[in-house]
């Protein structure tokens, strides 16, 4: 392929993909739910697989671009007009944690187990299940969350408070399975633990789904049920 074939694609391929970015709109750029994500994907292909192929034309890149966003804008179009097909399409957000509770069916209807729910709730800066109230799994694989009352960010400063040590939640119990290195480390043991889950009603560690320590605040746990 010779130098002022492959600069001409370059250049009308920037400027009409340009336009079209401009025209779908920002959506696309950040990839908001799965749809814009493979739209994006499909869009970078249609340009590069063109660029390189000495086969392709000008006029197919070019079309293949204005093709390719007329059906986004026409999908956009209709997902504003009619509230069902805009559903089918972006999806909706699936409830995780309601009333502070996890959703076990929620996870597993999401692909998820508590490892992973865990990890995005930290990446939120949330790094005790017992602050949560309502969690939400967005369509493009982010979470919300609304804390529970007492967790919700005040200043400290305004309170004129001391300040005081701040301690990370540790899980010690996941789906009846005890994490006794967990335990250990945190200077407790098995006569601890079972005093523990005395207090909150549960006889077996088979019966707990999650468990968490968080000093200062004790125990918080949710029962299989």
């Known amino acids: 392929m010779d130098l002022v074939n492959l600069t001409a694609k370059l250049i009308i391929g920037f400027a009409f993909l340009f336009i079209t970015v401009k025209i779908v709109g920002k959506k696309m750029m950040n990839q908001i739910t799965p749809f814009t994500f493979i739209s994006s994907i499909v869009f970078g292909e249609l340009l590069g697989n063109g660029l390189y192929d000495h086969k392709v034309k000008i006029s197919s890149i070019i079309y293949s671009i204005c093709l390719w966003g007329f059906l986004l804008l026409t999908v956009e179009f209709i997902g504003q007009k009619f509230l069902r097909f805009r559903r089918f399409v972006e999806g909706k957000p699936s409830a995780l944690i309601k009333n502070g509770m996890i959703d076990r069916e929620a996870l597993r209807k ?39 009352a007492k967790y919700q960010k005040t200043k400290q400063k305004d309170f004129q408070l001391p300040d005081q040590a701040v301690h990370v939640p540790v899980t010690i119990i996941k789906d009846g399975q005890v994490f006794w290195d967990e335990i250990h480390d945190l200077g407790f043991d098995n006569t601890w633990l079972t005093q523990q889950l005395e207090i909150q009603g549960v006889s077996e560690y088979k019966d707990v789904f999650f468990a968490e320590w968080l000093e200062g605040d004790g125990l918080f746990l949710q029962r299989i049920n």
């Open 110 to 148: 999401s692909r998820m187990n508590i490892n992973q729910l865990q990890s995005l709730l930290r990446q939120s800066e949330t790094f005790s299940i017992r602050e949560v109230a309502f969690c939400y799994l967005e369509s493009n694989g982010s979470i919300s969350i609304l804390k529970k």
